[in-house]
Nanobody, 129 residues
């Protein structure tokens, strides 16, 4: 059974930092692109960041560019999201996701939820002002 389990969420003051982890089990994701999405109360889920299977390319939403860093450790089957300079508007449930295919393509672009086949249960991030 494939599982993605996020951890590292919590309550932090504005300007602070958190590091989210997503541990995968049930299959290896060393050849799978992975991503992070978030959903704030009353809002739709939105793309945050993505990383190719090799880690050679990363992608970010404009709202987090320069503040968040996505990375992965294929030996540990884990991806990370380092979040710095957090703002109250970053408050949301953060979800990690993994794609079964090796590459993003066509209508399955990195920023689309439909590009991913596996999802974690989410971890709450709350940033106080």
């Amino acid at each position: 059974q494939v599982q993605l389990v996020e951890s590292g969420g919590g309550l932090v003051q504005a300007g602070g930092s958190l590091r989210l982890s997503c541990a995968a089990s049930g299959r290896t994701f060393s050849s799978s692109p992975m991503g992070w999405f978030r959903q704030a109360p009353g809002k739709e889920r939105e793309f945050v960041a993505a990383i190719t299977w090799s880690g050679g390319s990363t992608y970010y939403a404009d709202s987090v560019k320069g503040r968040f860093t996505i990375s992965r450790d294929n030996a540990k089957n884990t991806e990370y999201l380092q979040m710095n300079s957090l703002k109250p508007e970053d408050t949301a449930v953060y979800y990690c996701a993994a794609r079964r295919a090796k590459y993003y393509s066509g209508s399955y672009s990195y920023h689309l939820g439909t590009a991913y086949d596996y999802w974690g249960q989410g971890t709450q991030v709350t940033v106080s002002s």
